[in-house]
Nanobody, 119 residues
């Protein structure tokens, strides 16, 4: 069973930065993709960014492109989401998730961390 634990959320003013971390219990994530999602109150969950563990290729939603950066630390089995130039509309619960690169379905999810951006 894979466990994902997010941390780093909090309250920040618009224009500020936060860095989220997702620590994973799996021995290796070779052949997996790691993603960050978010869900704001009353809205559907949306994909924010993802990274292929082995290749390192990344994807970003248009709404965060140029402001957010996803990265990983192989030795620590940890994925990060650096969030800069935060906007009030970035306020949401952020989740990290993992899936096999041969699948489109994310099998493993963290518990989420709240990010609140004040105007």
């Amino acid at each position: 069973q894979v466990q994902l634990v997010e941390s780093g959320g909090g309250l920040v003013q618009a224009g500020g930065s936060l860095k989220l971390s997702c620590a994973a219990s799996k021995h290796t994530f070779s052949g997996y993709a790691m993603g960050w999602f978010r869900q704001a109150p009353g809205k559907e969950r949306e994909s924010v960014a993802r990274i292929a563990w082995s290749a390192g290729t990344t994807y970003y939603a248009d709404s965060v492109k140029g402001r957010f950066t996803i990265s990983k630390d192989n030795a620590k089995n940890t994925v990060y989401l650096q969030m800069n130039s935060l906007k009030p509309e970035d306020t949401a619960v952020y989740y990290c998730a993992a899936r096999s690169t041969s699948s489109t379905h994310y099998d493993y999810w963290g518990q989420g961390t709240q990010v609140t951006v004040s105007s």
